[in-house]
Nanobody, 128 residues
Framework: EVQLAESGGGLVQAGGSLRLSCAASVFSFDDYAIAWFRQAPGMEREAVSCISFPDGYTYYADSVNGRFTIAGDRAKNTVFLQMKSLKPEDTAVYYC?????????????????????WGKGTLVTVSS
């Protein structure tokens, strides 16, 4: 059974940084797109960033572009989300998800929330 496990969440002051990790068991990232999502209280889950190893494609939502960086360590089957210049509005539960293929599939119309595998999330709280 595929499992994704997020870690690295916590409480940070506005302007600070955090690095989230998403570790996968069972499968290799080589053929997959790995995405980070977030869901704030009362809000819909939204795609924040994505990296796909088959084609090296990366995606960032406008709200985080320039502040967040996604990267992968294929040897460790782990994807990281480096978050800088954090804002109170970044407060949310952050989830990672994985599916076969490319992030570009989702930018071109596939449903982000239709990704096959999901972690349980890690809470990020940014205080003002």
């Amino acid at each position: 059974e595929v499992q994704l496990a997020e870690s690295g969440g916590g409480l940070v002051q506005a302007g600070g940084s955090l690095r989230l990790s998403c570790a996968a068991s069972v499968f290799s990232f080589d053929d997959y797109a790995i995405a980070w999502f977030r869901q704030a209280p009362g809000m819909e889950r939204e795609a924040v960033s994505c990296i796909s190893f088959p084609d090296g494609y990366t995606y960032y939502a406008d709200s985080v572009n320039g502040r967040f960086t996604i990267a992968g360590d294929r040897a460790k089957n782990t994807v990281f989300l480096q978050m800088k210049s954090l804002k109170p509005e970044d407060t949310a539960v952050y989830y990672c998800a994985a599916d076969f293929g490319s992030c570009s599939d989702y930018e071109e119309g596939d449903d982000w929330l239709g990704m096959d595998y999901w972690g349980k999330g890690t809470l990020v709280t940014v205080s003002s």
